[in-house]
């Protein structure tokens, strides 16, 4: 498993922009398949955005499509998360997940396929 530190969270106001960013030690990240996840009060956590290890594949949430962009930077062990044109309903706790995948153009979209977890940053956007 490998260590993950989520950042970057905060108060927004609707229409604004925050980048959030996840940190991961511990093991090597190049082999490490990234994903965002998301979680409001009341529900169920939810895929937001997936990155292969290569940085070649990456997959989002239609809620968030258009206006979220995950990115990751190998040589700094950092997975990023993008977000543009926020929404009210956007506002949640924000997890970085991670899992060791063997190709470079996979990418995974559901909670159980990731075995590591940050503890999550806040985002709240307020109307």
């Known amino acids: 498993q490998v260590q993950l530190v989520e950042s970057g969270g905060g108060l927004v106001q609707a229409g604004g922009s925050l980048r959030l960013s996840c940190t991961a030690s511990?093991?090597?990240?190049?082999?490490?398949?990234m994903g965002w996840f998301r979680q409001a009060p009341g529900k169920e956590r939810e895929f937001v955005a997936g990155?292969?290890?290569?940085?070649?594949?990456?997959y989002y949430a239609d809620s968030v499509k258009g206006r979220f962009t995950i990115a990751r930077d190998n040589a700094k062990n950092t997975v990023y998360l993008q977000m543009n044109s926020l929404k009210p309903e956007d506002t949640a706790v924000y997890y970085c997940?991670?899992?060791?995948?063997?190709?470079?153009?996979?990418?995974?979209?559901?909670?159980?396929?990731?075995?590591?977890w940050g503890q999550g940053t806040q985002v709240t956007v307020s109307s």
């Open positions: 997940a991670a899992r060791a995948a063997l190709y470079r153009g996979s990418v995974f979209a559901t909670n159980n396929e990731y075995d590591s």
């Open positions: 511990g093991r090597t990240f190049r082999n490490y398949a």
């Open positions: 990155i292969s290890w290569s940085g070649s594949t990456t």
